[in-house]
């Protein structure tokens, strides 16, 4: 069982950075594929960044060149850096542990993030 707990949302102007935490408990926290998902209020849940237990990442389209996602295994928490946040970033950001790519387990309580224009 892994608990996940995001912060570090909030209200940025357009242009403006944030970065978001996930802490998670448990002692497999190094093994797991950790990604980041997002949504819009009326859209479709969508993966916005992943990192493999092995460091590989993966970003979607969207947010490729403006937002970083990392993990400190030490610290069993998550990171995504996003910079040159534009309004339709505007969504609740959740972070998600699983044991491959394409398929997540267990789920944060997410936290929003809002770019004003």
Known sequence: QVQLVESGG?????????RLSCAASGRTFSSYVMGWF????GKE??????????GSTNYADT???RFTISRDNAKNTV???MNSLKPEDT???SCAAG?????????GQGTQVTVSS
């Open 10 to 18: 909030g209200l940025v102007q357009a242009g403006g950075s944030l």
């Open 38 to 41: 997002r949504q819009a209020p």
């Open 45 to 54: 849940r969508e993966l916005v960044a992943a990192i493999t237990s092995g």
């Open 63 to 65: 947010v490729k060149g």
């Open 79 to 81: 990171y995504l850096q």
């Open 91 to 93: 969504a609740v950001y």
């Open 99 to 107: 044991w491959t790519l394409r398929k997540y387990d267990y789920w």
